[in-house]
């Protein structure tokens, strides 16, 4: 079964306009945080965002706003105000805190997000 | 700033050619791993390490080893490389006092196998 499940393979949005990529999540475990990167074209990826799963509040980090809910098993990155810049896929992750598996994380299949002008 | 590195950025080899990748990081991290990353597929953990000489397999181990020799350096290994091998690698580590669970990436290698 999927643990991290990214639905959108591609999505388009207007520049300066706000737009919502989503991420649903599988787990048993209690403690677990969940992530998003971005990977723009150059290949390299950016860590944009971490919520842990005993956090009380939306992380957030300018731009960037994960909704979550845990009840949904949903953590949606939100971009306000996109961006040319802001072209790029991106990866919702989940880290579990299972056995010695320490940090590892699950990957989704990722979003690529086109910002028009 | 934490820097990963990969030694390639691209590299074509052969099928059947013994095939070293190698990652080092500056930060003194204890954590290492090494995820491949397909279209549709996301990004796959293949081994990762928590310690020198220390490796734990991830989803898909099979037909690669790693080694870590010194905490810094982080190497994959495709014995024979197979074309199914061809793929972007992706070398991470984490380890930052109090950002632990930040995994930091290298710039990617993407390997062409024919």
């Known amino acids: ?117 | 700033d934490v820097k990963v590195t990969q030694s390639s950025r691209y590299l074509v080899k052969r099928t059947g050619e013994k095939v070293f990748l190698e990652c080092v990081q500056d930060m003194d991290h204890e954590n290492m791993f090494w995820y491949r990353q397909d279209p549709g597929l996301g990004l796959r953990l293949i081994y990762f390490s928590y310690d020198v000489k220390m490796k734990e397999k991830g989803d898909i181990p099979e037909g690669y080893s790693v080694s870590r020799e010194k905490k810094e350096r982080f190497s994959l290994i495709l014995e024979s490389a197979s074309t199914n091998q061809t793929s972007m690698y992706l070398c991470a580590s984490s380890g930052r006092p109090g950002q632990e669970y930040e995994q930091y990436f290298g710039p990617g290698t993407r390997l062409t196998v024919t």
């Open chain 1, 1 to 117: 079964a999927q643990k991290i499940t990214q639905t959108q393979p591609g999505m388009f949005v207007q520049e300066k306009e706000a737009v919502t990529l989503d991420c649903t999540y599988d787990t048993s475990d209690p403690s677990y945080g969940l992530f998003w990167y971005k990977q723009p074209s150059s290949g390299e990826m950016i860590f944009l965002i971490y919520q842990g799963s005993y956090d009380q509040q939306n992380a957030t980090e300018g731009r960037y706003s994960l909704n979550f809910q845990k009840a949904r098993k949903s953590a949606n990155l939100v971009i306000s105000a996109s961006q040319l810049g802001d072209s790029a896929m991106y990866f919702c992750a989940m880290r579990e805190r299972e056995k010695s598996s320490g940090d590892k994380l699950t990957f989704g299949t990722g979003t690529r997000l086109a910002v028009r002008p």
